[in-house]
């Protein structure tokens, strides 16, 4: 099995009307497809970060939305919905429905007009879906490898316990309310062992934001 994370960036002229209301809108931060039914009528499950009324006010105003619901959550919102598929999307889809290709959800809509999607499967699948996709669609892969599950970050127990212990002591906080020798302290251990844990764990996390491999 192969796996590989791809950053699709989408034309302007291209862009879906929904997936441009992330780019345009500044009340928007970003757009996340948690969950897809792909036919002539598109299903969507949204999770959206930004202002609730802002996008409902963007909803009422797009085109081939056939209806949708909101629903607060903790952080943002849900947006059920159901789009009529566009030609141009029949593409992209097309492009990736090879028997030996999953597209693994979640699919992140980014303001910079990219589309960040996992891929799973054969890499000569993998290499001829990229190949299919229309030409002004620019395609960075950002890694390829083992697959790992969106959104998991891999610490060691000694890292984790760094981490809680910078934390506990206001290693974190702004101003810094304790430094490094006091990790060390918390955690009985050298300064520079501390310092090593802490730069470890924090490349680790930096590296799942950004959508890299550590």
């Known amino acids: 099995m192969h796996a590989a994370r791809v950053a699709l960036e989408i034309p302007e002229p291209s862009l879906h009307p929904m997936h441009a209301v992330v780019c345009e809108s500044p009340a928007i931060d970003r757009e996340i497809i948690l969950e897809r039914d792909v036919g002539e009528t598109t299903t969507l499950l949204l999770y959206i970060e930004g202002d609730r009324e802002g996008y409902e006010r963007a909803l009422e105003t797009l085109?081939?939305?056939?209806?949708?619901?909101?629903d607060d959550a903790e952080a943002g919102f849900y947006v059920y919905v159901r789009t009529a598929m566009?030609?141009?999307?029949?593409?992209?889809?097309?492009?990736?429905?090879?028997?030996?290709?999953?597209v693994v959800l979640p699919v992140e809509l980014r303001a910079d007009r990219t589309v960040r999607l996992s891929?799973?499967?054969?890499?000569?699948?993998?290499?001829?879906?990229?190949?299919?996709?229309?030409?002004?669609?620019?395609?960075?892969?950002?890694?390829?490898?083992?697959?790992?599950?969106?959104?998991t970050v891999r610490l060691s127990e000694r890292q984790r316990d760094a981490l809680a212990a910078a934390w506990e002591i206001g290693y974190f906080d702004l101003p810094r309310g304790n430094g490094i020798d006091a990790v060390a302290d918390r955690l009985d251990c050298a300064?520079?062992?501390?310092?090593?844990?802490?730069?470890r764990a924090q490349q680790q996390l930096v590296a799942s934001a950004l959508d890299e491999r550590a």
Do not use: C, K
């Not at 300064?191 to 730069?199: C, E, H, N, P, Y």
């Open 86 to 102: 566009r030609e141009r999307e029949q593409l992209y889809a097309d492009a990736l429905a090879a028997d030996s290709l999953l």
């Open 191 to 199: 300064t520079s062992t501390a310092s090593d844990l802490l730069r």
């Open 119 to 151: 891929l799973v499967g054969h890499s000569e699948a993998l290499s001829a879906a990229m190949g299919d996709l229309p030409a002004d669609v620019g395609v960075e892969v950002l890694w390829t490898g083992t697959y790992r599950r969106e959104g």
């Open 63 to 70: 085109p081939n939305v056939d209806e949708w619901t909101i």
